[in-house]
Every structure is written in structure tokens, then in C-alpha cells.
T-cell receptor
């Protein structure tokens, strides 16, 4: 099985940077995903890492270290619309996803 | 239809009743999934189907059944609903090939079992 941990809540100011950490212990690893979920809506895909290193996509970046079982999602130049839950998910060798409980990010003016 | 749809949007159900949640995708994705999302627990996989005609059990399958008669539809049935099945249910689909194989989620069904 998978054990995925991420902080429950984070608060940051508009224009700032926030880093959401995710640690995992898995019986198999075939990629790590980050999803964004606004309140009352469906999760939407943000990023995917399968090799170690940083993947950058506009204001969002995601990092993976497989040896440490660690990933982070970096949100830069925070905007009010970035207030949402961010879900870390690990894919196993059967291509099934296991999700962390999610981190709720609140952006304040 | 564009993407993945679910019905109903929300439902209040008496305990012991049978209920089928519907999910349809028009992206010709091979794989489909059912998750439930509960506060503090995140998304948990109930059942999945890698291709039409096959299904598999996820992390929390008890009390639920699925079928995959064709590529587009993946209904989830609660044979006899119990209050612990109160949750938000999300259906998802993916191409099921190598690489990212991103899962795309439907809008969800909010189910309350009384």
C-alpha cells in the first residue's frame, strides 16, 4: 500500500511563494502527481514527475526525489484564485493512484 | 457531451435503498475509476476498470459494485446504502497508456444516506 503525508493547511499572502511538501512510503512507484481542487469542484491535473528533479510549468513547479520519497509543489506569485486544496498522489506499478488527504492553501490579500 | 459527466449531482437516500451513480465519458479513454472523498481522508479508490469488460477492486470496495459493458459508461451501484457511504463520489478516466496517463475527473455526486 501507499502512505502519503502532506500538511493539512497553509496560509500565504498574495504575491508570495508557498511550498507544499509531500512525503510517501510506497510498495511500488510509477510517478507522482499534483492535482488542484477548488471547493465544491473536481480535482484538476497540475503536474507529473516520474524522474528526480524539477518540473516547471508557469507559476507552478514540482520537485521529486525518489530516494527520499519526497516531493514538493511550489506556487509562485500567488493569486487569490490559487486558494484551493492541493492533492499529492502516487501511482503504483498497476497504474492506480493513491492520494494524500490534501493541503488547503488560503491566499490572503 | 464533452469530457466526463456524472449523474445525479446530488442525492439524499434512505438507508437500505439501492442506488446507482452514473458516469459517462466521451474521450474514448480505456480506463475508468470511482473514488469517494471524505473530509480528512482524501480520495480513496473504490473500483476501477482498465478496459471495457474488466473491473477491479480498489482500496474501499465493500458495499459497492461496478460494471463496464462498454467504453463510455461505468456505473457504480450501492446495493443497500448505509450512512457510512455518505460522501462525495468522483468518477475519473484515463487513456491507460504509458507516460503521464493523467486522470480526468467528473464533477462529482454528493450522496447523503440517512
Amino acid at each position: 500500500g501507499q502512505n502519503i503525508d502532506q500538511p493539512t493547511e497553509m496560509t500565504a499572502t498574495e504575491g508570495a511563494i508557498v511550498q507544499i511538501n509531500c512525503t510517501y512510503q510506497t510498495s511500488g512507484f510509477n510517478g507522482l502527481f499534483w492535482y488542484q481542487q477548488h471547493a465544491g469542484e473536481a480535482p484538476t491535473f497540475l503536474s507529473y514527475n516520474v524522474l528526480d528533479g524539477l518540473e516547471e510549468k508557469g507559476r507552478f513547479s514540482s520537485f521529486l526525489s525518489r530516494s527520499k520519497g519526497y516531493s514538493y509543489l511550489l506556487l509562485k506569485e500567488l493569486q487569490m484564485k490559487d486558494s484551493a486544496s492541493y492533492l499529492c498522489a502516487v501511482r503504483d506499478n498497476d497504474y492506480k493512484l493513491s492520494f494524500g488527504a490534501g493541503t488547503t492553501v488560503t491566499v490572503r490579500a | 457531451i464533452a469530457g466526463i459527466t456524472q449523474a445525479p449531482t446530488s442525492q439524499i437516500l434512505a438507508a437500505g435503498r439501492r442506488m446507482t451513480l452514473r458516469c459517462t465519458q466521451d474521450m474514448r479513454h480505456n480506463a475508468m475509476y470511482w473514488y469517494r472523498q471524505d473530509l480528512g481522508l482524501g480520495l480513496r479508490l473504490i473500483h476501477y476498470s482498465n478496459t471495457a469488460g474488466t473491473t477491479g477492486k480498489g482500496e474501499v470496495p465493500d458495499g459497492y459494485s461496478v460494471s463496464r459493458a462498454n467504453t463510455d459508461d461505468f456505473p457504480l451501484t450501492l446495493a443497500s446504502a448505509v450512512p457510512s457511504q455518505t460522501s462525495v463520489y468522483f468518477c475519473a478516466s484515463s487513456v491507460a497508456s504509458g507516460g503521464p496517463d493523467t486522470q480526468y475527473f467528473g464533477p462529482g455526486t454528493r450522496l447523503t444516506v440517512l
